[in-house]
């Protein structure tokens, strides 16, 4: 059986083997990021800055490599040269290779402005680098995560909010430990959270007074291969009745990939420290909201029918993993929707619009192979396959014209 993990590896090995649009050819991202859109113009900053990028060939990354050259900045990347290698080649001043996780001995004898640390989970890889990277750079920025919070309970989550401590027993510092605490980690989402925590102290502690800390919530957009948002665009896109999670009212929080990438970028410019919740949209926004927002770049006249919660999970149909983005606004996760980011916003983060987050990622998803199409519609890696969805559509509305 194909593991998720597998399935993402070789698809996106598969991706790229593939022939691509013009619209795709076009660009070194392997989709046409906004600083290179037709008709997009990007103004240059006013002091160009020498920026590492650590990874910067996922998802968050290439739009962060691509708004940092069309705002003049000069990029060095450092990577496994692993994932779509090559992308950046007579694009970017530098690529490094090396692996946080093991020889970073590339990073030797560089200095730069700014250093942005995507790919870091790991406490022990900020460490690593800043073997090297210490005292040779004026600014640290951190990609974190909302998942640091403790409680999920909390509403209105700020960046004040306890976060999840270390669990006993684990130590990821320990070389023997390091690779099973990653793996953990991806296992357990509530480690996820206590190494990012652990990782910002780290950076906070190797580079104090000169970090940032963002702490996105779920990111989505082009490129995104988890199908945690795309699952929307994609079943929506196929019209009939389609499975909508609980009550329409309930909130919804997210961020497009290229408002938190081309925000990360003005904080480096504008030298702005410190730790911030990244999280859309402005105004809270309801899950009706979203779907309505995502039908409304599709023809296909799909019908919503809202499910409550207590039989979502009859049916045993999990929130996140099965309904994408929606998480129960009850209990342990009530505030999972409802986190602050005033902060962050009074900073200059911007949002675009629902409608344009879903059209360009319904427009890159069917670039996508025909196999990772169909994936996302069986509901492979996230989201609900169509089959389940009939079945659970089916039993609502059996359980709906039994009398009690
Ligand atoms: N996705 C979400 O919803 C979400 C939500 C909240 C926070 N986050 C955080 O967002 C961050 C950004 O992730 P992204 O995938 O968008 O970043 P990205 O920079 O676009 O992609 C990850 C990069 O890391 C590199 N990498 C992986 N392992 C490495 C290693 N051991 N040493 C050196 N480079 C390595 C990869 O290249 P190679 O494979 O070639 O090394 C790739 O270039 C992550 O830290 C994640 O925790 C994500």
Not at 232 to 243: C, H, M, N, S, T
Request: with cysteine.
């Amino acid at each position: 059986m194909t593991t998720r993990r597998n399935f993402i590896k070789s698809t996106a090995a598969i991706g790229g083997a593939m022939g691509l649009s013009p619209l795709m050819r076009a660009s070194a991202a392997p989709w046409p990021v906004d600083a290179e859109r037709p008709g997009h113009s990007v103004d240059r900053a006013t002091a160009p800055l020498n920026i590492l990028i650590l990874g910067g060939t996922g998802f968050t990354g290439p739009e962060q490599v691509e708004y940092a050259i069309a705002r003049g900045h000069r990029i060095t990347l450092f990577n496994r040269g692993k994932t779509r290698p090559g992308m950046f080649k007579g694009k970017v001043a530098e690529e490094l290779i090396g692996d946080l996780n093991g020889d970073t001995s590339a990073l030797k004898g560089k200095q730069f402005d700014v250093v942005i640390d995507n790919p870091t989970t790991l406490p022990f890889w900020v460490k690593n680098a800043a073997q090297y990277l210490k005292g040779n750079v004026k600014h640290y920025i951190f990609i974190s995560t909302t998942s640091v919070y403790r409680d999920q309970s909390e509403i209105g989550i700020t960046e004040n909010s306890p976060t999840v401590p270390m669990p006993a027993g684990l130590d990821p510092y320990r070389p023997d430990q390091r690779n099973s605490a990653q793996l953990a980690a991806s296992a357990n989402p509530a480690n996820y959270g206590a190494f990012k925590a652990r990782a910002e102290q780290e950076v906070q502690m190797q580079y104090p007074g000169v970090n940032t800390v963002i702490r996105p919530c779920l990111i989505v957009g082009p490129l995104d291969r988890t199908d945690r948002f795309t699952y929307w665009p994609a079943r929506i896109d196929k019209g009939g009745e389609v499975l909508a999670p609980d009550k329409p009212d309930d909130p919804c929080q997210f961020i497009d990939s290229r408002d938190l990438a081309e925000w990360t970028i003005r904080m480096a410019e504008m030298r702005e420290f410190g730790t911030f919740n990244a999280i859309g949209p402005a105004k809270p926004m309801t899950i009706a909201e979203m779907l309505y927002g995502v039908k409304a770049v599709t023809t296909a006249g799909a019908q919503f029918t809202w499910v409550p919660w207590e039989f979502l999970q009859q049916q045993k149909v999990r929130p996140w993993r099965d309904m994408t983005v929606w998480q129960p606004p009850y209990g342990r996760t009530a505030g999972y929707q409802r986190r602050d980011a005033s902060k962050a916003i009074a900073k200059g983060l911007t949002f675009r619009p629902v409608a344009v987050t879903a059209k360009d990622t319904l427009d890159w998803h069917k670039t996508r192979p025909e196999a990772e199409q169909l994936a996302t519609l069986n509901g492979e890696i996230n989201g609900l396959s169509m089959k389940r969805e009939a079945e659970v559509l089916a039993a609502w509305k059996a359980s709906r014209s039994t009398p009690p």
